[in-house]
Nanobody
Framework: QLQLVESGGGLVQTGDSLILSCAAH???????????MGWFRQVPGKEREFVAA????????FYADSLKGRFTISRDNAKNTLYLQIASLKPEDTAVYYC?????????????????WGQGTQVTVSS
């Protein structure tokens, strides 16, 4: 089972940029590059919201329509690491950001299709 650890969150100001990382530990199991990876975010009292997903090849990327333009997902399979770059941060971006791993053929925006999750990293944007 893939183990995921997010990092890079913190307290930032409106307009700042941030890069979140998700380090994957595959052990002796299935390689990181065979997983489609996704980023979700969640605020208290709301469901986890899809942000972006990227196929194992690193070339095919998918974004939530409402978030296109400020979010960039990428991965480095040699480093077993997933990234999420967020530009021009807004207070409404405040959330816990989670990374998850899934099989490529399932719908990317459905959190129920993800096989495993990290513990999350808190992003707080002050106005």
């Amino acid at each position: 089972q893939l183990q995921l650890v997010e990092s890079g969150g913190g307290l930032v100001q409106t307009g700042d940029s941030l890069i979140l990382s998700c380090a994957a530990h595959a052990g002796s199991g299935r390689a990181f590059s065979t997983y489609t990876m996704g980023w979700f975010r969640q605020v208290p009292g709301k469901e986890r919201e899809f942000v972006a997903a990227i196929l194992g090849n690193g070339r095919n990327k998918f974004y939530a329509d409402s978030l296109k333009g400020r979010f960039t997902i990428s991965r480095d399979n040699a480093k077993n690491t997933l990234y999420l770059q967020i530009a021009s941060l807004k207070p409404e971006d405040t959330a816990v950001y989670y990374c998850g791993a899934k099989n490529f053929w399932e719908r990317h925006s459905d959190q129920n299709n993800y096989l495993t999750w990290g513990q999350g990293t808190q992003v707080t944007v002050s106005s």
